[in-house]
């Protein structure tokens, strides 16, 4: 089973900043099979990118991902208000499909 | 505009069963193969089972296999998700999920319910 290490594990920022988050799995992922989620408290995940650089539809252009292989990132260019959540990846190279245990975006 | 909405979770004692139901409109449900997940409270993600649009497979996780079956009635547009000899750490809320390609099975999710609670408590 592929394992996908989240960091960091909380990422304490103010709004307007840009958010980093990395998503590093166990075994290289073939044809960039990586997705990456948003959840709120209460709230189902909504899918933000697939196939590692993909934005899925209605996401604005300030969620952006990119890497290959081993290594990913999620960056957000510009934190709104509505961007403070988990984010979790998800690797589809390999079953079962595995998760991240999430990275928490809190309000500085 | 896709939509999914279970129902069925509730409150269990350790060694129950529960069957969990996801209602699908919106897309061609029976074209579509289809995921459960779940989330402990205050955890991460854990993908549990898939079925294939015909039910001619389904696969497991370790964490559950022999203990739940998955099924779908596509006449109805319902998936369900059969419990058994719940523990307390079957407590989560259960998600069924949408693939984003028909077969699916190794695929992100484009589609997610709001999720039923599902708790094991004595």
């Known amino acids: 089973e592929i394992v996908l290490t989240q960091s960091p594990g909380t990422l304490s920022l103010s709004p307007g900043e840009r958010a980093t988050l990395s998503c590093r799995a166990s075994?290289?992922?073939?044809?960039?099979?990586l997705a990456w989620y948003q959840q709120k408290p209460g709230q189902a995940p909504r899918l933000l990118i697939y196939?590692?650089?993909n934005r899925a539809t209605g996401i604005p252009d300030r969620f952006s991902g990119s890497g290959s292989g081993t290594d990913f990132t999620l960056t957000i260019s510009g934190l709104g208000p509505e961007d403070f959540a988990v984010y979790y990846c998800?690797?589809?190279?390999?079953?079962?499909?595995?998760f991240g245990q999430g990275t928490k975006v809190e309000i500085k | 505009q896709v939509q999914l909405v279970e129902s069925g979770g509730g409150v269990v004692q350790p060694g129950g069963s529960l069957r969990l139901s996801c209602s699908a409109s919106?897309?061609?449900?029976?074209?579509?193969?289809m995921h459960w997940v779940r989330q402990a409270p205050g955890k991460g993600l854990e993908w549990v089972g898939f079925?294939?649009?015909?039910?001619?497979?389904?696969y497991y996780a370790d964490s559950v296999k022999g203990r739940i079956s998955i099924s779908r009635d596509n006449a109805k547009n319902t998936l369900s998700l059969q419990i058994n000899s719940l523990r307390p750490d079957d407590t989560a809320v259960y998600y069924c999920?949408?693939?984003?390609?028909?077969?699916?099975?190794?695929?992100?999710?484009?589609?997610w319910g709001q999720g039923t609670l599902v708790a094991v408590s004595a």
């Open positions: 999920a949408k693939p984003s390609q028909k077969y699916g099975y190794r695929d992100y999710f484009d589609s």
């Open positions: 919106g897309f061609s449900f029976s074209s579509f193969g």
């Open positions: 079925i294939r649009f015909d039910a001619s497979n389904k």
């Open positions: 075994q290289r992922l073939s044809d960039t099979s």
């Open positions: 196939g590692a650089v």
């Open positions: 998800q690797q589809y190279a390999y079953s079962p499909g595995t």
